[in-house]
């Protein structure tokens, strides 16, 4: 059985190395008899492998010690509620930037909470954009910034950290963590769902820096609650353990892949293949402007709408799955995270320059 190419947007790739060492280690681990998901999360085992992931994660980010890394369930869409119901602190409003469907779902679940100030919206030119920082009309008594570096629909990139008005600065990184060294210190709160560049579904990382924990809504659930998650180590309840475990297996993949500067290296080649040839073709285009295109998702339109099923057809013949773009974009999408390698890219490539030969 050979393993195909997957440009799945979510639940997405992952590495072969770690599929094939979980494998190995599904029934026995280390010569215990049972498998992690069998485990306690309160055994000796599971800590040590909990505590593993968690400083090899922060290896990999050099996550400064001011900060607390929260392992947690709900996926990124909880947290567009916890962050308000955990970060507001008294104040009433917050500002958020608006660049895809991401920062919108967002926008919609804070203000639910808070009187929300959008910033900076793209949406007029179709969010074919990153609004620059000149643009961005904030509030000094906001109680943070919160923004979507990557716009894992819209094929949207940041290429630059804003900066808030000296209030914490809060990120939905999960479409892009781990691709890039980031700079952890500018950040008051970054949060990432697990099943793109990390592991599997059920996880849900969330790094905060330690002054920002505490005064949560009266409301909030103690589960929901980062104080009380980062005074239980995660484990308040039963954490998602065999996402913990493979998330860690990716961490360890990462860090001999050469860390996150190296895989960098790889993604950014990968990403400018692909729209290299994207951009010299005249049968396919994308709609993203160049100083703000996603090195992880990349959207492509056929110049025929007609042509998308026979185009997704041949793909799958091909070995190339999950290639059909957002429902609500239409046309193609190819999601190119840390675990898709680059022969996956150059397939791609090569099946839509014969597709196109056939085709235009
Ligand atoms: C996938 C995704 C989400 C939603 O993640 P869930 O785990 O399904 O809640 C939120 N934000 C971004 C940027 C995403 O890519």
Known sequence: MARKFNFCAGPAALPEAVLRKASAEMLDWNGLGLSVMEMSHRS???????????????????????????????????????????LLRGKKRVDYISTGQWSEKAIQEASRYADVNVAASTEATHYSRVPAQSELKLNSDAAYLHYTPNETIGGVEFGYV???????LVADFSSSILSEPIDVSKFGLIYAGAQKNIGPAGLCIVIIRDDLLGDELEQTPSVFSYQ???????????????????????????????????????????????YSYIDASDFYTNPIESGSRSRMNVPFILANEQLDAVFLEGAEKAGLLNLKGHRSVGGMRASIYNAVPEAAVEALIEYMKYFAASHG
């Not at 929260?70 to 916890?82: E, K, R, V």
């Not at 475990?245 to 990403?271: C, P």
């Open 44 to 86: 000796e085992e599971f800590t040590a492998i909990a505590s593993k992931a968690e400083s090899d994660f922060r290896e990999l980010l050099s996550i400064p010690e001011n900060y607390r890394v929260l392992f947690m369930q709900g996926g990124a869409s909880a947290q567009f509620s916890l962050v308000p119901m955990n």
């Open 228 to 274: 009380s998650i980062a005074k239980n180590d995660s484990m308040l309840n039963t954490p998602p353990t065999y996402s913990w475990y493979l998330a860690g297996l990716v961490f360890e993949w990462l860090k001999e892949q050469g860390g996150l500067a190296a895989i960098q290296a790889i993604n950014a080649r990968k990403a400018k293949k692909l």
């Open 162 to 168: 804003p900066e808030s008005s000296g209030v914490p």
